[in-house]
């Protein structure tokens, strides 16, 4: 009968009766296997996984062990750890917590990467004679990494930023896994079949274990990326991530942002230049436009002065004109003491014969009109 059949549990509870369990079964137990995924805290504690070819456990080797070590760990190394196998109550999450570590040999995985880098290096490979030139102001770029990928959106980011008119062409691909090597190789020759191919590729992704970076590590991708007749950067990891695609290709960059960086560089300098030819024609045009101002501007004064002169020459020949027209009116003559005769009919009298004895006539003077009759 199963006495827990009915029992409800709470999760802290059986987490630490399978801690329990495991404390009083699997205590001070050997264990071999490969090393993977090391990481050192800042506490001073190792992190690592412990795998085979099929299986993985989490394991911690606290500060108090991890001192007494003669050797370093690395990834990739063949161990056979003394350790208890617990449980995490927190998470659930049984895992080695390790007390030494016995060196036994390099892991698998890292004896098959240097005999595939002797033997690509012995055919030639890696040598500088093939690798090709990368453009300085590429005009098409080929991005080879995952979609979702971190890698993708740091290049984005920084072509953006440093080149926003580069043409980008990006080719998705599995970056790890079994079939990554083959999606790999496929976008490799994808983009160097392209009618207008690309100037440039960046193929990578980010940082991680060597098995997440392994199919960067494959023949049939080195061999992909030494037929490219595209000029290929390999962008793999961080900087302290090395893989066979880092040494076939035309040039290694540290991380994708450092990759991003290089094919960027002379186009910043270009829009840099750009942007200070621009900011000179603007300057240019703005002191143009001032002087053409500040010339217009005399030219309205020297117009304005022109017209002032002008009239007042028209207003003193006026005067003038006046002046004579006024000396010959018969009122200015009338002024000096003149007088004129006048008919009633409005005729002016000029001699003797033009009245008749008793006709009544006018005499104007200056100021005043006289009745007269002549006799």
Not at 52 to 72: C, E
Request: proline share 3%; with cysteine.
């Amino acid at each position: 009968m199963n006495l827990t059949e009915n029992k409800i549990f709470q999760v802290s509870e059986l987490n630490g009766i399978v801690k329990e369990i495991l404390d009083e079964t699997f205590a001070n137990i050997l264990i071999e296997g490969e090393i993977s995924n090391l990481r050192k805290a800042s506490s001073g504690h190792f992190y690592f996984d412990l795998k085979d070819k099929t299986g993985l456990i989490p394991a911690v080797m606290f500060k108090g062990y991890a001192w007494q070590m003669k050797q370093d760990l690395q990834d990739g190394t063949n161990v056979l750890l003394r350790a208890d196998l617990s449980c995490y109550i927190k998470q659930g999450r049984y895992q080695l917590i390790v007390k030494s570590v016995q060196t036994k040999s390099k892991g698998d995985l890292f004896l098959e990467f240097e005999k595939l880098k002797k033997t690509l290096k012995s055919e030639g490979l890696f040598d500088d004679d093939h690798k090709k030139p990368i453009p300085q102001r590429p005009k098409k770029v080929g991005v080879i990494t995952s979609l979702e990928g971190a890698g993708l959106k740091d290049i984005l980011s920084v072509l953006k930023r440093r080149s926003p008119n580069l043409e980008v062409i990006i080719c998705g691909s599995l970056v790890q896994g079994d079939d990554a090597k083959f999606q790999l190789v496929e976008a490799i020759e994808n983009l160097n079949n392209l009618p207008k191919k690309p100037d440039v590729i960046l193929f990578g992704r980010g940082g991680g274990s060597i098995e997440d970076l392994w199919a960067f590590n494959e023949e049939i991708v080195a061999r992909a990326i030494y037929k490219s007749k595209v000029p290929i950067i390999s962008c793999v990891g961080h900087q302290t991530d090395f893989t066979i695609s880092d040494f076939v290709s035309d040039l290694r960059a540290e991380t994708p942002t450092a990759a991003a960086q290089i094919i960027s560089e002379a186009n910043k300098d270009t829009v840099f230049y750009l942007k200070t030819i621009s900011s000179n024609l603007i300057n240019t045009f703005e002191n143009y436009y001032q002087q053409l101002a500040q010339e217009l501007d005399g030219y309205a004064d020297d117009i304005e002065i022109n017209i002032e002169n002008l009239l007042n020459t028209k207003e003193d020949k006026l005067a003038n004109t006046l002046d004579k027209l006024n000396s010959l009116s018969p009122l200015s003559v009338l002024k000096r003491g003149f007088s004129l005769a006048i008919k009633k009919s409005g005729e002016i009298i000029k001699q003797k014969k033009d009245v008749k004895t008793g006709e009544k006539i006018k005499i104007k003077t200056h100021k005043d009109t006289i009745d007269c009759e002549v006799l």
